[in-house]
Nanobody
Framework: QVQLVESGGGLVQAGGSLRLSCAASGRTFSRDGMGWFRQAPGKEREFVAAISGSGDRTFYADSMKGRFTIFRDNGKNMVYLQMNSVKPEDTAVYYC?????????????????WGLGTQVTVSS
């Protein structure tokens, strides 16, 4: 059974930092691209960041560049999102997802597996 389990969310003040973790199990995720998406109330799910299977390529939404960092540890089947200089507009549920196709890291429909999400709330 394929599972992605996010953790590390919580309440943080604007300007602070948070690290999200995603534990993957049930398949060989080292071959999959992995991504983070987020969804705020009343808004569509949006791309945050993604990383290739080997970790040699990373992709970011423009508003996250320079603030967020995605990285992975294939030996532990873990993917992380380091969030720095957070802003109130970063408040959302953050989802980890796996993209076996290696195509279009920015598009949710290419991700076959999803976690249940972890809430991040940034106070001003």
């Amino acid at each position: 059974q394929v599972q992605l389990v996010e953790s590390g969310g919580g309440l943080v003040q604007a300007g602070g930092s948070l690290r999200l973790s995603c534990a993957a199990s049930g398949r060989t995720f080292s071959r999959d691209g992995m991504g983070w998406f987020r969804q705020a109330p009343g808004k569509e799910r949006e791309f945050v960041a993604a990383i290739s299977g080997s970790g040699d390529r990373t992709f970011y939404a423009d508003s996250m560049k320079g603030r967020f960092t995605i990285f992975r540890d294939n030996g532990k089947n873990m993917v992380y999102l380091q969030m720095n200089s957070v802003k109130p507009e970063d408040t959302a549920v953050y989802y980890c997802a796996a993209n076996p196709s290696g195509s279009s890291y920015y598009t949710p429909r290419w991700y076959a597996y999803w976690g249940l999400g972890t809430q991040v709330t940034v106070s001003s």
